[in-house]
């Protein structure tokens, strides 16, 4: 009896803790509230933006060019040093 006695005061404090705590956890949280919009003056780039044969493009597709011909080179070398056979 007296088990049963210790074990129900234990679940009553418990819930008493956990209770006061729910109540207090909008202080700690905040209230909850509509999720804040993008910033203001934000402007997601659209296609007129953009100068498709300026020249800040073309000095970077000469560079991605250069950049694709060593890769190139790099590559034949490798396969040139493995020598895999696929009979």
Known sequence: MRMFILRSLIIIAVA???GDMASHAETLYGPAGPIPQAPI???QPRAPHF???SGAEQVEQ???SAFDVEQKKFDQE???KLNICRC
């Open 16 to 18: 008493v803790v956990v």
């Open 41 to 43: 003056g934000h402007l």
């Open 51 to 53: 100068s498709p044969r």
């Open 62 to 64: 000469d560079r991605m």
């Open 78 to 80: 490798l396969d040139r």
